[in-house]
């Protein structure tokens, strides 16, 4: 558009400018979306669909580094399900000393119950102390702490995008306070510093995978990763308490 003088008048072309301006401001000039804010929005919009879910099958792994919960036991994989609420059923593989060993653990509220190969269904209900039930919690059931910290990841970018299981997935990264993830305050036992948090979110909102890079509980090396991968979300799981 060009603007033309009007008759008679030298200053129209400044007028025109200023009323235009003025027209702009009157009907709002929409701001263009920043990368921060469609990680924030994506992490919002995640953290509501995570929280409806009724139920999902998990799967743990631990990366560069060496995680002993209870004093004996070096866990090397967790699998299991988690139906809400806080109801978990996980098989975790490990060793204690150098002997293979399969312990299958239900959680249900604050109750524990634990079975250990090689009677891995013969289930004893176990009173661990606070330090041990924060290990159990934080390494097997990924609801108390590695979900939690979609909703407190700090200054979120998304980095790209990655097909993961034949599914197309937003990668987004930040860190995460884990204090502030758990329950505002220092907890004993729980790592201080903040970790690295990387994780791949499908077109319905829903985590397939989460990374944390760092420890969670402290004594763990700097470099450990607890990587989370999830599915079957909301199909029937029934986890009962051991009879």
Known sequence: MTFGYLPGNSQSPRWLACLLVVALFAIGIPKPSTAADDAQALLASSATAMG????????????????????????????????????????????????????????????????VSPREEKYAKIDPDRVEKLQLDTEFDPTTVLLKTIGYIDTPIITGTEDLNGAPTTVVEGTVDLDKATSGTPTAGLAQQPVQVKMWVDSANLVQRLQTIGPLLEGQPEGIVHQLDLSKFNEPVDIVAPS
């Open 52 to 115: 409806a879910l009724q139920s999902f099958h998990f799967v743990i792994t631990i990366q560069n580094g060496e995680l002993v919960i209870l004093d004996r036991l070096q866990l090397t994989r967790a699998e299991g399900d988690v139906e809400q609420p806080h109801t978990v059923k996980v098989s975790v593989t490990g060793k204690v000393k150098v002997l293979p060993v399969t312990a299958n653990v239900i959680i249900i509220g604050d109750d524990v119950w634990a079975a």
